[in-house]
């Protein structure tokens, strides 16, 4: 990594390491009811919301009873947004006067937006309008976002109380999370990004002649503010279709940077929120040590395979004299204004946290660098994760962790006081496989049925990958692409819209159950026999536990798609 490269990390580094600290004290004392100065502002509004939805703010939620109002609430939500899709024609704001989505399609982008996946198989500009945008989409990037908070906050409270029965109420938190953490730190990152240059208008597109004198339409609408929540709420759902290589989406090196900050920043908080929350911060650092070395491992590992660059280049004398003039690496596919180290870390970045944006085209990465993305999604939001997601995901192989050193002592896990029995085994596992089921299963069946291969653009491992990928971005509630995959047909648009939803409310009940489970419990006190969860031995058991759970489970896909095809890419070509 050169100089230049490195000093771009390292600010990028630093930024966020400065704002997720008071952050994290900040989430702290939101959901644990202490003064915060924005009550002043919101606090009016909050009140009256509970008086109007009829909101018992004293009474607390038992886990089925809290599932069951996240599910009515993301129901309705759900039903509301396809409804408003599928007659955006009849609706204001619609300046191209663009028509209503097929069913299909419909549903698809609404399970999409009510899971904080934003997988998008249909070009933004060209086929919704500016109230779908507003109203449709915008609004459930904020309360998706708040659902995966609203069940992070829950899985914490059942970690901290004691023989106990409920785990809050979730009207209430999802109200706090949408009114005091998401909605101001999207009107203040939405504002940088107006003068940046990202529009926010409600302007027709404008029809311009270009000096070849070829007319082009040039898209406009109210993008900041969705570009804001998108990227704070690791939603990742772009206005325009090519999303952050957009210039209207991402129009500078600044608000680039902003952009990869905002992506991280929220799952990063929570692990700081959860350490302090717990009573004790070493917890939250051990989590926050095994999140970065996978990070950092994974980033200059795709950062490594971008910037070596193609080595078909070098095949024959002509090419390698290009390869000396131009050893800037693999630049197809990227932004000449961000460069590869930009690229590889949004890339990194984003499925790190499932937040599914993009400033680069992931199918045109090398093999090994598309394997980064790819491998990252497959290990289930754990590397931060998506916002709540990310905590409670990385919970699961926590006590999957303790449970197997609970083995190699002999004795009961425990994880900061509460035995892990089980129940809680079993609902870990029952989450843990729902990933590969539906990536390996529903996956390998697109590779059967005819109608499915017609999505598939390219043949041999490349093809493989975009299919692996695609289920997976689904499973993992990621909602990036390996461009090139046609998903908007019938059977993709149902069969990738379903894994969505096994992907998102498939884990969110197990997690709330083992919550409900864990609430009841009594805190064990920590013996000579405990097995500390805060030390190196546990954060490299930890790390290594995610590690070979993706490796072991995906690795024959990863064989015959990517590592198959960086095989064959190495080979020089035959001379003619």
Not at 204 to 222: D, F, N, R, S, W
Not at 226 to 246: L, P
Request: glycine share 10%.
């Amino acid at each position: 990594m050169n100089t230049h490269d490195l000093s771009q990390f390292i600010v990028f580094a630093a930024l966020v390491s400065v704002l997720a600290v008071p952050l994290g004290h900040y989430l702290m004392r939101v959901f644990t009811g202490q003064p915060i100065w924005l009550e002043r502002v919101f606090g009016p509004l909050e009140r009256l919301i509970y008086r109007l939805a009829d909101v018992k703010v004293e009474e607390e939620h038992y886990w089925l009873n809290y599932a069951a109002a996240l599910l009515i609430f993301n129901a309705l939500g759900a039903g509301l947004l396809f409804l408003l899709l599928s007659y955006q024609n009849y609706l204001p704001w619609n300046p191209q006067q663009l028509p209503g989505l097929a069913p299909d399609l419909a549903f698809n982008v609404t399970v999409s937006f009510i899971t904080n996946t934003n997988w998008q198989s249909y070009s933004g500009e060209t086929t919704l309008s500016y109230f779908s945008q507003m109203v449709g989409l915008t609004v459930q990037n904020f309360l998706s976002a708040a659902t995966g908070l609203a069940v992070a906050i829950a899985l914490i409270r059942a970690l901290t109380r004691r023989e106990q029965h409920t785990l809050g109420n979730f009207y209430v938190d999802m109200t706090r999370t949408t009114l005091y953490v998401l909605l101001p730190i999207a009107f203040v990152v939405a504002l940088v990004l107006i003068q940046q240059g990202v529009p926010e208008n409600m302007h027709a597109y404008v029809t311009a002649t270009t000096l070849e004198h070829a007319t082009q339409t040039i898209p406009e609408g109210p993008v900041a503010s969705q570009i804001a929540i998108k990227q704070i709420g690791t939603n990742g759902g772009g206005f325009f279709n090519a999303n952050s290589a957009h210039p209207y989406e991402n129009p500078t090196p600044l608000s680039n940077l902003i952009e990869m900050i905002c992506i991280v920043l929220l799952p990063a908080a929570l692990v700081i929120s959860f350490g302090k929350m717990v009573g004790d911060r070493r917890q939250g650092r051990a989590l926050m040590v095994s999140m970065t070395v996978l990070f950092l491992g994974s980033f200059l590992f795709c950062y490594l395979a971008e910037a070596h660059g193609n080595p078909a280049f070098t095949a024959f004398g002509v090419d390698q004299t290009i390869s000396k003039q131009n050893p800037g690496g693999n630049m197809e596919g990227k932004e000449v204004r961000f460069g590869i180290l930009n690229s590889t870390l949004w890339a990194t970045l984003t499925t790190a946290t499932s937040n599914g944006s993009v400033n680069a085209m992931h199918d045109s990465f090398t093999p090994l660098g598309g394997l980064v993305p790819l491998f990252n999604i497959l290990l289930g939001e754990v590397i931060y994760g998506g916002v709540g997601c990310g905590l409670y995901g990385i919970l699961i192989y926590v006590m999957i962790t303790v449970f197997i050193a609970g083995l190699m002592v002999g004795r009961t896990p425990e994880y900061l006081g509460k035995k892990i029995e089980a129940r809680e085994i079993k609902l870990a596992v029952l989450a843990m496989m729902l990933y590969p089921t539906c990536i390996l299963g529903l996956g390998v069946a697109s590779l059967l049925i005819p109608e499915a291969l017609k999505s598939i653009s390219n043949a041999g491992p490349h093809g493989l990958t975009q299919v692996i990928y695609t289920y997976a971005s689904a499973a993992g509630n990621n909602g990036s692409a390996f461009a090139g995959f046609n998903a908007n047909t019938f059977y993709q648009n149902i069969v990738i819209g379903i894994v969505i939803l096994i992907g998102r409310f498939g884990i969110i009940l197990p997690v709330l159950a083992i919550a409900g489970s864990l609430v009841t419990k009594k805190i064990t006190p920590i013996s000579n026999g405990t097995f500390p969860t805060h030390g190196p031995m546990f954060i490299i058991l930890l790390t290594s536990i995610i590690i070979l759970f993706g490796g072991l489970t995906y690795f024959p896909a990863l064989a015959l798609g990517p590592i198959a095809e960086q095989f064959s890419f190495s080979q020089p070509p035959t001379q003619p």
